[in-house]
C-alpha cells in the first residue's frame, strides 16, 4: 500500500501512517493489496478523516477474521472499531433482509448515519473492495440499491 501510506504520512503525519500500515499488513492477509489500496485512495480523495480511513481497513480484518474485536481496539482504539462494527452490523442485517426488511436495513443505516456520516463512507468502501474482489452481478445490484 505505499502510495497510498505515502498520502496518509503526508497528510496526517508519520505515527499514523504506521497505524495504517499496521491495519492494512492484518486485512491484506486475504484481500488483494492493490484493491484495498484502491478503497484507502478513494476515501482520501473524499477527505476522509483517519478513523475513518482505519476503520475501512479494520472492518476487512474483521470480516476476514484476520483480528479480533479486542485485538482491534488495543491496537488501533475504540473509535475505529465501533465505526468498522457498526458498518458491519448493518451489511450483516442488509445481507439477510429480505424485500421487505430491505426498507429497516435503510432506516438503521439512516440513523446510524445520523449520529455519524462516517458509517456511509466505510460502507462504500467497503462495497468497493467487494466489487473489486468478487466482480460478480449480485454484488454489483447490491451496491447500486
Same mark, same amino acid.
Given at each position: 500500500?505505499?502510495?497510498?501510506?505515502?498520502?496518509?504520512?503526508?497528510?496526517?503525519?508519520?505515527?499514523?501512517?504506521?497505524?495504517?500500515?499496521?491495519?492494512?499488513?492484518?486485512?491484506?492477509?486475504?484481500?488483494? !493489496?492493490?484493491?484495498?489500496?484502491?478503497?484507502?485512495?478513494?476515501?482520501?480523495?473524499?477527505?476522509?478523516?483517519?478513523?475513518?480511513?482505519?476503520?475501512?481497513?479494520?472492518?476487512?480484518?474483521?470480516?476476514?477474521?484476520?483480528?479480533?474485536?479486542?485485538?482491534?481496539?488495543?491496537?488501533?482504539?475504540?473509535?475505529?472499531?465501533?465505526?468498522?462494527?457498526?458498518?458491519? !452490523?448493518?451489511?450483516?442485517?442488509?445481507?439477510?433482509?429480505?424485500?421487505?426488511?430491505?426498507?429497516?436495513?435503510?432506516?438503521?443505516?439512516?440513523?446510524?448515519?445520523?449520529?455519524d456520516l462516517?458509517?456511509l463512507i466505510?460502507?462504500?468502501?467497503?462495497?468497493?473492495?467487494?466489487?473489486?474482489?468478487?466482480?460478480?452481478? !449480485?454484488?454489483?445490484?447490491?451496491?447500486?440499491?
Amino acid at each position: 500500500m505505499g502510495k497510498a501510506l505515502d498520502k496518509i504520512e503526508e497528510r496526517f503525519g508519520k505515527e499514523k501512517a504506521v497505524i495504517a500500515e499496521k491495519a492494512s499488513e492484518l486485512a491484506e492477509k486475504n484481500t488483494e !493489496k492493490s484493491i484495498l489500496e484502491n478503497a484507502v485512495e478513494e476515501l482520501l480523495e473524499l477527505k476522509a478523516d483517519f478513523e475513518t480511513i482505519i476503520a475501512a481497513i479494520i472492518l476487512q480484518a474483521l470480516k476476514k477474521q484476520a483480528i479480533t474485536e479486542k485485538e482491534a481496539i488495543i491496537q488501533f482504539g475504540k473509535q475505529a472499531l465501533e465505526l468498522a462494527e457498526t458498518a458491519r !452490523k448493518i451489511q450483516k442485517f442488509s445481507e439477510k433482509a429480505s424485500e421487505g426488511q430491505k426498507t429497516e436495513a435503510l432506516r438503521k443505516l439512516l440513523l446510524s448515519m445520523s449520529k455519524d456520516l462516517r458509517i456511509l463512507i466505510i460502507c462504500f468502501a467497503d462495497k468497493l473492495i467487494e466489487l473489486q474482489e468478487t466482480k460478480s452481478k !449480485k454484488t454489483a445490484e447490491e451496491a447500486i440499491e
